[in-house]
């Protein structure tokens, strides 16, 4: 039997990377599943992947009306949510000396305030029961140069699923992380880098990883399906680190 049959999933930034092969397997596992992101273009190609009826809504979780809108369209057509994946983010990194207000600005807009607001404006459409996963990063546990801002947004978000579980114990929501490591995605590719310097970029990033890869975004799909499933139903307050062990060593 598939693991999530007739649940009705929800992925912010699921258009691309680890987003979207994380809807492509819920899909795949029986979920009537919604995504956000930015860009129309590459949220019709996501959908047309997905399959299954999915449907992609143009969304900014740094804009609080963007998010309600969402679950309005989300609730119209598939009723509440039983899986809700908050993973829309930015990677914004520059030395401290020239890290700018707005640098931190769109880094905290997105990766902490849209994933607070993406949890309590859902509150109202989330089945009793349900599972709700942020997306972490295993820098937030590991000092990295011209990343500082990133790596606090990520442990903040964190420290979000131990206080948002607490509080919503009473109706067996689970609130749990995953923290990925370096994953081959097209974030690399989003900064304007030439294809030697995102070439070199990767192949430090391995190096770096103790398992001397990158991840693929099948791998921590499939984290994504555990924590969505019923699999986990003793996981309240965790992080799942699938990182090759670069947060650990």
Known sequence: MKKLENKVAVVTGGNSGIGLAAAKLFAAQGAKVTITGRNQTTLDAAVAEIGGGSIGLVSDVSDLNNINQVYEKVSENFGKIDVLVVNAGVFVAAPLADYTEEMFDQTSDINFKGAFFSVQKALPYLNDGASVILTSSGV?????????????????????????????????????????????????????????????????????????????????????LYLASD??????????????????F
Request: aromatic share 6%; glycine share 12%; proline share 4%.
């Open 231 to 248: 699999d986990s139903k003793f996981m309240v307050g965790g992080d799942l680190v699938l990182d090759g062990g670069f947060s650990r």
């Open 140 to 224: 937030s546990n590991k000092a990295m140069a011209t990343a500082s801002a990133y790596a606090a947004t990520k442990a903040a978000v964190t420290s979000l699923a131990r206080g948002f579980s607490a509080e919503l114990l009473d109706r067996n929501i689970r609130v749990n992380v995953l923290s990925p490591g370096p994953i081959e995605t097209p974030i690399f590719g989003r900064g304007g880098a030439s294809v030697e310097q995102i070439d070199g970029m990767k192949a430090y990033m391995a190096d770096i990883t103790p398992i001397k890869r990158l991840g693929n975004v099948e791998e921590i799909a499939e984290g994504f």
